[in-house]
């Protein structure tokens, strides 16, 4: 897995100008850097899921050389919320959207369509944000992150007015691909586990199951059909599960002693 510490390493070599200073947009490598967030999208042992969408963000703002940038994804109930922001002017902001339900987060959102500011505090569309905001959030792009439907935005602000270009569009909708790449294998891998357990479940299951049959078998003399049908009636009549009820009988049995056939 690709550290963040590498990823900074290697894009320094691919962006990075004089001073220590990072290039703009425009300079970026777009093949490698979208190769490279493309490698921080496989699972993540370090804090979960949010933990890796938390350094992709990083990366992106970092090495795109925005000013800023956080994730915004939608609750059970359809409701926007920021799950994380690169710094507080970016937290402040996604709070002010919040607080007022609109701004270009929402808009992306809504509209499923990415939106573009290039000077939030002039632009008309948010009257209201124009003061809640602080001041080194200016230019903002909203990108909206789907799976299916739109479920968030990757949004990305300077502290000065910009105006987005083709190279900003470009990247700005890659990056937002890698963020839904990564929840959609977090929602696959989470699938896949709940259908581990429930087979993993139902194999623990059957073990008592049958033991509870062969159990029956020897002490009542009688065929597997016969123990099986006569579990299954019990455990109708108890409207209980089999599986539960063959527990049952198997503790009894453990119970009585070590002679049981149960225990053998």
Request: aromatic share 6%; net charge negative.
């Amino acid at each position: 897995m690709l550290t963040i510490t590498s990823l900074l390493i290697e894009f320094g070599r691919l962006v990075s100008v004089g001073g220590g200073k990072w290039a703009r947009v425009t300079d970026v490598d777009h093949e490698a850097l979208v190769a490279s967030l493309r490698r921080l999208r496989g699972p993540s042992s370090e804090g979960g899921i949010v933990h890796h969408l938390e350094r992709i963000v990083q990366v992106v703002a970092r090495i795109l050389g925005y000013a800023g940038a956080g994730l915004m994804l939608a609750d059970d109930g359809r409701a926007l919320r920021g799950l994380f922001a690169t710094d507080e002017p970016g937290r402040a902001f996604g709070l002010a959207q919040v607080k007022l339900r609109d701004g270009p987060s929402f808009a992306a959102f809504d509209q499923g369509e990415a939106v573009f500011s290039t000077d939030v505090p002039a632009d008309r569309r948010w009257p209201e944000l124009a003061g809640s905001i602080d001041p080194a959030v200016r230019a903002v792009a909203s990108i909206p992150v789907r799976l299916g439907a739109t479920v968030g935005t990757l949004d990305v602000y300077q502290a000065e007015p910009y105006t987005w270009d083709e190279s900003d569009v470009e990247l700005l909708h890659d990056c937002a691909q890698v963020i839904e790449q990564v929840l959609a294998a977090a929602i696959e891998a989470e699938e896949q586990a709940r259908l581990a357990d429930q087979l993993q479940y139902a194999l623990d299951y059957r073990v008592l199951i049958e033991r509870a049959i062969g159990y029956l078998m020897g002490k009542d003399d009688m065929n597997a059909t016969e123990a099986f049908n006569g579990l299954r009636k019990r455990a109708r009549d108890s409207r209980r599960t089999v599986a539960d009820l063959a527990a049952e009988l198997l503790r009894g049995a453990e119970e009585e002693g070590p002679d049981d056939p149960a225990a053998s």
